[in-house]
């Protein structure tokens, strides 16, 4: 069963991202400042997560938080300060969307950086960990997920509404057959002989 919250006493907000390894589409983020006393036995790790239960929980969150907010951060935004810049960025956007502002952010992973005055702490793992971290995951995962699904219907060829823009052997092969979209990020490598490594 998963801590509501990293740091109790102070209005906290969870902050996280989804789409970071993929070969096209933004990187969503998001932050979720959740009652003291939310519980769901299946809200976890969006990752451990089915879809199903994904897309359960965040109708369940969206109703019951106090605040949350999801930012994306486009391919191009992403070629320009790189993913892990983009990454930051998007968590601190959608940060400062909340009302109320939080007093603290507990974010996932184990780095952070930002313009932001707010207090913070990494946590490596922390959206299996804490509820507030692993509503933002469920958050930005399935308003990513939902957004590249809407990208397959221009591009059906790429096969985004299964592999969600990640690197998979039918991914790759597409892009080696009907080249890059504008919703591809230039600075992955898409070469051929990365079909040699291991897939998704």
């Known amino acids: 069963m998963l801590e509501n919250q ?10 996280d991202e989804a789409g970071r390894g993929c070969l096209a589409g933004p990187v969503f983020a998001a932050a979720v400042i959740l009652p003291p006393d939310f519980h769901d036995p299946l809200l976890n790790d969006s ?22 907010a999801v930012e994306s951060v486009s391919a191009a935004r992403i070629d320009e300060i790189n993913i ?4 930051f960025e998007g968590m601190s956007l959608a940060v400062t969307r909340l009302d109320p502002s939080p007093e603290f952010l507990a974010i996932d992973g184990n ?11 990494c946590i490596v793992k922390g959206d299996g960990k804490y509820a507030d971290i692993a509503a933002a995951s469920v958050l930005a995962k399935t308003h990513r997920d939902e957004y590249m699904c809407r990208l397959s219907e221009e591009y059906p060829q790429y096969g985004w509404s299964k592999n969600k823009g990640y690197p998979t052997r039918e991914h790759r092969l597409a892009i ?7 919703y ?9 002989d990365q079909l040699e490594l291991p897939f998704f």
């Open 6 to 15: 990293y740091q109790y006493g102070k209005l906290e907000a969870g902050c």
């Open 47 to 68: 990752k451990q997560m089915s879809e199903r239960n994904r897309d359960r929980l965040r109708v369940i969150i969206e109703r019951e938080a106090v605040a949350w």
């Open 184 to 192: 591809h990020r230039l600075t992955f490598n898409h070469e051929i």
């Open 111 to 121: 780095r952070f950086r930002t313009r932001l005055t707010i207090p913070w702490q």
């Open 84 to 87: 892990l810049n983009a990454s």
């Open 176 to 182: 080696r057959e009907y080249g890059l979209t504008p």
